[in-house]
């Protein structure tokens, strides 16, 4: 069976492919953009939890006495 296609339907026919390898296109940017902003996610996530840990760490540091030696010297019995 063939197709006869008027010219006005080839028009859109050919304005539909256009429009279609145009969107294609804008896809695969986008697939693109979002595939590296997952990367950048990733990345500032790791950041954030580097600092997270290196907050806990200094918190734990400065609830420890100020001077450990004169805590053990207190320890042992001898007065400063």
């Known amino acids: 069976m063939v197709v006869t296609v008027t010219p006005p339907e080839q028009a859109l026919v050919s304005e539909a492919s256009s429009r279609l390898e ?33 907050v806990q760490v200094l918190e734990e540091l400065l609830e420890q006495p100020q001077h450990p030696q004169e805590r053990h010297s207190d320890q042992n019995g001898s007065a400063m």
């Open 22 to 54: 145009e969107l294609r296109s804008q896809l695969q940017l986008g697939q693109s953009e979002v595939a590296a902003k997952d990367r950048e996610l990733l990345a500032l996530k790791e950041t954030v939890l580097r600092i997270a840990g290196a």
